[in-house]
């Protein structure tokens, strides 16, 4: 049963994803990522601020993960 259930919210973020994605070619153009310096491209990404939001709360996300993780190996 929790197998239906992803798949089933897999299907509805897809439709999101259909449904509210806009296509960002013009601005994707402008910005060319520079594959040489991977520190420049992340600071880019950092300075977009919707860009920014998600990055933060992935770092924060993989900062708990990790420290529940290493602290239950612990106990």
């Not at 992803?6 to 994605?21: H, K, P, R, T, Y």
């Not at 520079?34 to 993989?62: C, F, H």
């Amino acid at each position: 049963m929790p197998f239906v259930f992803v798949a089933a919210l897999s299907v509805v973020n897809l439709l999101i994803l259909l449904f509210v994605f806009q296509n960002q070619q013009v601005d994707a153009d402008s910005h060319a990522m520079r594959l040489l310096n991977p520190i420049a491209s992340l600071l880019d990404a950092v300075r977009i601020k919707d860009i920014r939001t998600y990055a933060l709360l992935l770092l924060l996300m993989l900062v708990g993960w990790n420290t529940f993780f290493s602290l239950s190996v612990c106990i």
